[in-house]
């Protein structure tokens, strides 16, 4: 009887601490910049969440149409069909990224370039065509036409000096779209809450019954199960790159969506590499940059940012290489070894 009675209680409490004092979260989403938001406020927040998703969903589609390679008005396109003809007067939010780009292209050594577009182009697939390997002599004349350094930010006004260059903010505009959002959720007052666009995550306060939000990290050798989960620090931001959710398949091989400026070919060594930072602008432009600079060439980068990162090195099974911070905060749910970063 009295085992019964335990178990009784048990099953009752995790359900009462939930649902009975407090509401759950709720998550409201939309599509915007290619991919998936989701805006989930905690606790008695509950009722401004609609107001708050359709809020956001405004200002991801005005920075979309500002930002975006994939419309031919946007103002990065038109500074882009400017190169190498004449400065333009550029908005607050795209020469605000431009000097953000350039910060991270001198802090990774180059790892992270914004000029990286017609190379990154030459791997894009064409509509209707079967994708192909990039002939060499294509790749280096994309590849000098690759370098940050060159763009003129000076004043409102930006330019690219030669013909052909072009800018693309994929690596980014997420990070930085979720920033704004974060901003605006609190000046409206929202103090427990999580922001996520495709996986570019930043939080607020708490999940919800005094607990910090807790995010997974996914396997990328299976992206149905999650290795870990690692509890976020208030008001942090993370985000991961991997090439195994976007690759284009070249005679069976696959070939990822994030670039080595040095080679022109996709960065590859690493499965994923999940960061971890005080704003998603950092940890959007890092996690790529930091992809492609590999686990130690990345601790420089982590020690003067203060940032902090989970490396899942390709190969199985999988291994975590994590920074000190990070190491307290981690729960593992895949049997995986987890180990300081080598080289920290
Ligand atoms: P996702 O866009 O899937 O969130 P990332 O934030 O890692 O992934 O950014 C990848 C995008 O960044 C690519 O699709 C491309 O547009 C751009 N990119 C690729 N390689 C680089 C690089 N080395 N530096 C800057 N941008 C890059
Ligand atoms: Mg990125």
Redesign the pocket.
């Known amino acids: 009887m009295r085992s019964l009675f335990n178990l009784a209680v048990l099953l009752l409490l995790p359900l009462s601490a939930c649902s009975l004092f407090e509401p759950e979260p709720a998550t409201a989403t939309f599509k915007t910049m290619g991919t998936r938001a989701a805006v989930t406020l905690a606790g008695l927040e509950n009722e401004k969440l609609a107001k708050a998703a359709v809020d956001a969903e405004r200002l991801m589609a005005a920075l979309e149409a500002e930002l975006s390679i994939y419309r031919a008005d946007s103002v990065v396109s038109r500074l882009n069909s400017l190169a190498g003809v004449r400065p333009m007067e550029v908005p607050e939010h795209t020469r605000r990224l431009l000097e953000i780009s350039i910060k991270y292209g001198d802090l990774t050594s180059g790892?992270?370039?914004?000029t990286?577009?017609p190379v990154?182009g030459l791997w894009r697939p064409k509509p209707g065509q079967t994708p192909s390997l990039p002939t060499e002599d294509a790749l280096q004349e994309k590849l000098a036409l690759v370098n940050f350094r060159n763009i003129k930010v000076q004043g409102s006004e930006a330019f690219l000096p030669t013909p052909g260059m072009r800018v693309?903010l994929?690596?980014?505009a997420?990070?930085y779209a979720v920033d704004l959002a974060w901003q605006a959720l609190r000046r409206r007052g929202a103090v427990n809450f999580m922001f996520d666009l495709?996986?570019?995550i930043r939080v607020s306060g708490k999940a919800g019954s005094g607990l910090p939000w807790s995010i997974a990290v996914r396997s990328p050798f299976d992206t149905s199960r999650n290795l870990a989960n690692v509890a976020m620090p208030d008001g942090w931001a993370v985000?991961t790159?991997g090439q195994y959710?976007?690759f284009v398949e070249i005679e069976g091989r696959r070939y990822g969506?994030?670039?080595?400026?040095r080679t022109g070919y996709p960065?590859a060594g690493l499965a994923g590499v999940t960061v971890f930072a005080r704003e998603a602008t950092m940890t959007?432009g890092l996690?790529?940059?930091l992809?492609?600079l590999g686990p130690q060439k990345s601790v420089p980068v982590l020690r003067k940012t203060g940032a902090e990162a989970i490396f899942i090195p390709d190969k199985e099974p999988p291994e975590l290489w994590v920074t000190p911070g990070i190491q307290s905060r981690l729960s593992l749910l895949e049997e995986a070894k987890v180990t300081l970063l080598p080289g920290w």
């Open positions: 790892a992270f370039d914004v990286l577009g990154v693309d994929g690596g980014i997420k990070g495709g996986g570019n985000a790159s959710e976007r969506h994030i670039i080595d400026p960065a959007d996690s790529t940059a992809f492609v």
